[in-house]
């Protein structure tokens, strides 16, 4: 998710006891036992002593809201007018299809066989009958779309078993009313998001493989801090990002396991520093070696700042100790207006990677996701506008 911001409306008095939500929660993990894999194995297992494959994949939360993005900066919206944007909205990420997508990031994953994934931009939607009382309320549960849930079940379709592990909520929340075919012209439903960070591990090898404890997650003190006019008096509102965590054994070698988002707002690169600085910090506080993936927004050529803050904090970017050069572009298979199906689009900034801090050699380090069919489906969809990152690891004493 890149340069997202909150949308400034007016609206009938009925409606302005609503507001959008934003809300912080933590996941709480117990201690698991399970396999592990690596592209550096027999067929079963796939690892070699001491060889643990990982992966990073920011998985598209299914709209940038390009549409309420646009109506930013006028000084005063119309309701019908925020309705319109809305509404688009939300049909970009109807139209993304995470169902399909999520079949093509799994079959990644089975084929890679990673030990554990890092997610990003992890979407829940929800959608429910418009409600005037509150109208910027996220609808009651069940989620109409659960991406971890859709993932692992792709996943198990292809023959291999995941599970979260480790996961933080609530790293924003946005609900608003849409119109539907039947209400057109007025709200007709409230939908919603919530957008998490989570961590997969592979739990269907032989006892033993693999030993996780000590699941974590925290939110960065560096934020943006926004004002939301919808509330009366307007209140200000954080917009958090946050790291995930796991400590991982692999046949008695043990690591630190880290995956982040960092911030994509702040077009100055400010905010996603200092939490670049606050991420090294907390890989550092672990005695274990640690491997930390994700999204950082940053790159060597892309907003370089907060890529530099890691690699001062003595991490290492796995890619180049490998011997492939500079970090790759990973980002962003997005087609004009939102819709991530144009199978020449190109890729501009490097944001994902996979880094270390300790006793580590690199065996292998690729891209996932990022080349389309020779000769592409109508139906053609990216898996997302962000390549994934597999890298195998030997992890030394």
């Not at 959008?20 to 796939?46: C, R």
């Not at 792709?154 to 849409?178: C, K, W």
């Not at 001062?312 to 050069?325: F, I, K, M, Q, R």
């Not at 980002?331 to 004009?336: N, Q, S, T």
Request: net charge negative; charged share 15%; glycine share 8%.
């Amino acid at each position: 998710m890149r340069n997202h911001a909150v949308l400034t409306l007016s609206r009938p008095a009925a409606l302005r006891r609503g507001a959008i939500l934003f809300a912080l929660a933590w996941a709480v993990f117990g201690v698991a036992t399970i396999g592990a894999g690596s592209a550096y194995a027999d067929e079963q297992t796939g690892q070699t002593d001491h060889a643990v494959t990982v992966m990073t994949q920011n998985l598209y939360q299914g709209t940038e809201f390009r549409h309420i993005q646009e109506l930013l900066g006028k000084a005063e919206v119309s309701f019908p007018e925020a309705l319109a944007a809305t509404t688009a909205d939300y049909t970009t990420y109807v139209k993304t299809r995470f169902k399909d997508r999520a079949k093509q990031i799994a079959s990644e994953i089975v084929q890679n066989k990673p030990v554990l994934v890092g997610l990003q931009e992890v979407a829940t939607w929800y959608a429910g009958a418009f409600k005037e009382t509150n109208p910027f309320g996220l609808p009651d549960p069940p989620p109409t779309e659960d991406f971890t849930q859709e993932l692992i079940k792709a996943i198990a379709a292809d023959g291999m078993q995941y599970e979260a592990v480790s996961r933080h909520d609530n790293n924003f929340t946005l609900a608003f009313p849409i119109v539907t075919e039947a209400s057109f012209p007025y709200p007709g439903a409230n939908v919603g998001m919530v957008e998490s960070g989570v961590i997969l591990a592979r739990t269907d090898l032989p006892p033993g493989q693999l030993k996780l404890s000590n699941p974590a997650s925290g939110t960065y003190a560096a934020k943006i801090i926004l004002k939301n006019p919808i509330t009366e008096p307007p209140s200000p509102i954080p917009f958090t990002n946050s790291w995930q965590s796991i400590d991982a054994k692999v046949r008695g070698r043990a690591f630190r396991f880290i995956t982040t988002h960092l911030d994509a707002l702040d077009s100055t690169g400010t905010v996603r520093y200092f939490q670049a600085k606050e991420l090294a910090t907390v890989a550092a506080s672990s005695s274990l070696p640690v491997v930390v993936t994700g999204d950082m927004n940053s790159g060597l050529k892309s907003s370089p700042a907060a890529y530099g803050a890691l690699l001062e904090g003595g991490l290492s970017d796995t890619w180049t100790a490998a011997g492939l050069g500079e970090p790759p572009l990973t980002c962003c298979h997005l087609a004009p207006k939102d819709l991530a199906t144009d199978p020449l689009a190109p890729y501009t900034d490097d944001l994902d990677h996979v880094l270390t801090r300790g006793n580590y050699s690199v065996l292998d380090e690729h891209l996932v996701g990022n080349k389309a069919p020779a000769s592409p489906p109508s139906s053609f969809i990216w898996p997302s506008d962000h390549a994934g990152v597999v890298a195998t690891l030997a992890v030394g004493k």
